[in-house]
């Protein structure tokens, strides 16, 4: 008899998802095309673009490069159609019977707020706030900054039922892991999604001696190299948010092995950003299949029961 197969499926602040496996905010999920055909494929979830306020064209070309086999910098600068775009999308999108998540990124609290509450009357059913975009000059992240954070939760938790996040940059102190964590935990955030690329890069062609994204170069680096900084803050928020608040892993997951490593770790589920935008939407399938071979090696009959089990030398 052949084994049974393991399901990976799980869930995010209550909101069920079918697999381990979904797309991250960013490659191909700017247009209605793009987010149908992440509808079609075997990602658990149809995570958009973040939103602004009014439709952005981005940052000149060329703004995204590849960085080894695995990796990438980009400096998109926001390409997207306008939040209300997104938020019609989401009614049209609940034909493919998946999840809906609504991603945000404001230039003012007052935008956010504007988003969120129109979100929250949107079919989305889950809505990340994107704390860490690296790409807009002159802005500092609300993510690194705690007072504006604590602003931020203030005017935009209590706008309505639908769980909220937020996608998160990477921290190296781990003062800022715990502080990040008592602001979660005070304002009810549902979820937190760990790491957003790492912004202000720096890729020199040393044959051209030129950079390989527009304006001055700097740019967010994602995809293999990024992940273990991903699982330093997944682990640590982890450890520090006891199961209480879900957690997304994000960064550089290129196959199951990789999407293993997050669950370990103490992820509830996995982002796919990089290898989506390298690969196409097989990535989603592929991965998956591998973490349920990861699952099979390691004698473990759900995600549940591995989630977190990382061993210490
Ligand atoms: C962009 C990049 C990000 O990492 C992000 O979180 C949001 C937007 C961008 O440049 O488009």
């Not at 602004?52 to 940052?59: A, Q």
């Not at 889950?126 to 500092?140: F, H, Q, R, T």
């Not at 680096?221 to 892993?249: C, D, H, Q, W």
């Amino acid at each position: 008899m052949g084994k049974k197969n393991i399901s990976t499926a799980t869930s995010i602040a209550g909101v069920e998802l079918d697999s381990y496996v979904c797309n991250a905010s960013g490659p191909k999920c700017t247009t209605y095309e793009e987010l149908t055909e992440l509808g079609r494929s075997d990602s658990s979830a149809i995570v958009m673009k973040s939103a602004t306020i009014l439709p952005r064209e981005g940052n000149p070309e060329p703004r995204l490069a590849r960085v080894g086999k695995h990796g990438l910098v980009q400096s998109m600068g926001l390409p997207n159609l306008g939040y209300e775009k997104y938020v019609g999308f989401s009614k049209k999108l609940t034909k493919f019977g998946k999840r809906i998540i609504g991603s945000i990124a404001g230039f003012s609290f007052e935008e956010y707020v504007v988003m969120v509450k129109a979100f929250q009357k949107s079919d989305v059913d889950l809505i990340e706030i994107n704390v860490s975009c690296p790409n807009i000059e002159g802005k500092s992240l609300i993510g690194r900054d705690f007072g504006q954070l604590r602003d931020l939760l203030t005017l935009t938790s209590g706008l309505g039922t639908k769980p909220i996040g937020l996608k998160l940059p990477q921290y190296d102190d781990p003062a800022h892991w715990f502080t990040v964590a008592e602001l979660v935990l005070e304002y009810g955030v549902s979820f937190i999604t760990c790491i957003n690329s790492i912004g202000n890069t720096l890729v020199i062609d040393p044959w051209t001696r030129k950079t390989v994204t527009s304006k001055n170069g700097l740019a967010g680096l994602s995809g293999e190299t990024i992940m273990p900084i991903a699982l330093a803050n997944v682990r640590a928020f982890y450890e520090l948010l006891g199961g209480k608040v879900s957690i997304f892993g994000v960064g550089g997951v290129i196959d199951g092995v990789s999407a293993f490593q997050f669950l370990l770790a103490g992820a509830d589920a996995v982002q796919v950003g990089t290898a989506f935008e390298l690969n196409d939407a097989s990535c989603f399938t592929y991965i998956n299949k591998g973490l349920i071979h990861m699952l099979e090696y390691h004698g473990f009959s759900s995600v549940e029961e591995a989630k977190g089990q990382l061993l210490y030398i």
